[in-house]
């Protein structure tokens, strides 16, 4: 097994600053600030676990013309100073009454002046990480300048992956298809699912994962009534349906799919459940082609959930995007028309419900081609896996 190296060379960074700049330059604008993680990591390289912490905000500045510009706590600028990034302007946080405020205000008001316009992420999946009352002191710092969304611009390019981003998510995923390999040597009836979530993530974590950031699932009899509630105590029973789900990460990139098992002899109910569903995630791998809708996939799936699913609910999407965030553009959803190019990475995931509220969940990880998608989670069996 070849580890993929981490990080990315500064040609991979200066590639995604021209595609946006030249992005920026049809649009009128004169950069885009950008305040949240996954933004900034992509236009720089930096990379740390000190999000977590909502005490202090960050900042990066994409101009139209030249390198960006970080505006940051002074307790990253030695980090930030390892990325590519030259021009990097600091103050000690935290310092409520002027987190950064007057250094933005420095660095914005050339373009404040001249009248410019400048992007924000103001669409769906986005948010503004820094205090509103920072905010508006910002603008009210800088009249005449223009702020648009920039949404679009940056969606169009982070939804393409490049050739070692795909690298870094197929490795990832291929450390979490071993770990799910190995679910039936510690997931025995008897063991309490919280320790099977457990040992789950150890076992990911031996495989080669960086984190278990997100894991998921549930476990009953004959199936499982929701996939987002903490893990109990409850020991396995013979009789149950197991799903475990996984946003696996390595090296800041994220894997995301499930698996399926029977604890002891299958129902009839959830064998015919997990037929039906791998057979809808055939068909979503079928209409995953360049020139395809995420609406497209999201019909292909539903038309076969249809012959079984019976629950009134509707999880609003099948399947989604994927790369640096556990969920990113596009959603395989009725509303959705965005057009699939080569080198998306997508999740594909069909649900349906069956019998007293029972439900199930099948995940894929896939990445787009010119032609049929290349599976990058070993594909789950055909029939549901029983665990004796």
């Known amino acids: 097994m070849t580890v993929p190296a981490r990080g990315f060379p500064v040609a991979e960074y200066a590639g995604r600053l021209a595609r946006a700049q030249a992005l920026m330059a049809g649009a009128g604008l004169a950069g885009i600030l950008l305040t949240t993680e996954a933004e900034i990591r992509y236009f720089s390289g930096f990379q740390t676990l000190f999000w977590q912490s909502p005490t202090r905000p960050w900042f990066l500045f994409v101009p139209t013309e030249g390198k960006p510009v970080a505006v940051i706590p002074e307790i990253g600028a030695d980090l930030m100073r390892r990325t590519w990034i030259e021009d990097i302007r600091t103050w000690p946080a935290p310092q409520p009454g002027d987190d950064g405020i007057s250094l933005l205000i420095d660095l914005l008001a050339p373009h404040a002046r001249r009248g410019a316009r400048i992007g924000l992420l ?32 940056v969606r169009a390019l982070r939804m393409v992956k490049s050739p070692a981003e795909i690298e870094k998510i197929a490795h ?24 099977v979530f457990r ?43 197991l799903m475990l789900d996984t946003g696996s990460v390595f090296d ?32 979503g ?57 080569e080198n998306m990475v997508l999740t594909l995931e069909p649900s349906l419900s069956y019998g007293d509220g029972r439900i199930m969940v099948h995940e894929e990880n896939i990445v787009v081609t010119s032609g049929a998608p290349r599976l990058l989670s070993a594909r789950a069996s055909a029939e549901l896996p029983v665990i004796r």
């Not at 031996?206 to 199936?223: F, I, S, T």
């Not at 999407?317 to 028309?337: I, K, N, V, Y």
Request: hydrophobic share 40%; aromatic share 8%.
């Open 122 to 153: 103001k669409g769906h999946e986005t948010h503004l990480r820094m205090p509103l009352a920072d905010y508006e002191r910002l603008i009210a710092g800088l009249p005449g300048l223009g702020i648009v969304d920039a949404t679009g611009i």
């Open 172 to 195: 990832i995923c291929g450390v979490a298809s071993r770990t799910f390999a190995r679910v039936p040597e510690f997931a025995t009836e008897g063991r309490p699912l919280d320790e």
């Open 199 to 241: 040992a789950f993530r150890r076992t990911c974590l031996d495989e080669g994962a960086d984190d278990v950031p997100y894991l998921v699932g549930g476990a009953d009899q004959g199936g499982y009534h929701d996939v987002i509630s903490p893990p109990v105590a409850r020991p396995l029973r013979a009789g149950d349906v």
């Open 252 to 283: 800041g990139y994220f894997c995301d799919f499930d698996r399926n098992w029977a604890i002891g002899p299958a129902s009839d109910a959830a064998r015919r459940a997990h037929e039906v569903l791998y057979r809808a995630t055939e068909a």
């Open 285 to 341: 791998m079928a209409a995953a082609r360049p020139g395809a809708t995420s609406r497209d996939l999201f019909a292909a799936m539903r038309a076969v959930i249809a012959e079984y699913d019976t629950g009134p609910g509707d999880v609003g999407r099948l399947g989604h995007g994927l790369g640096m965030q556990l969920t990113e553009w596009p959603s395989h959803a009725a509303f959705d028309e965005t057009v699939l190019e």
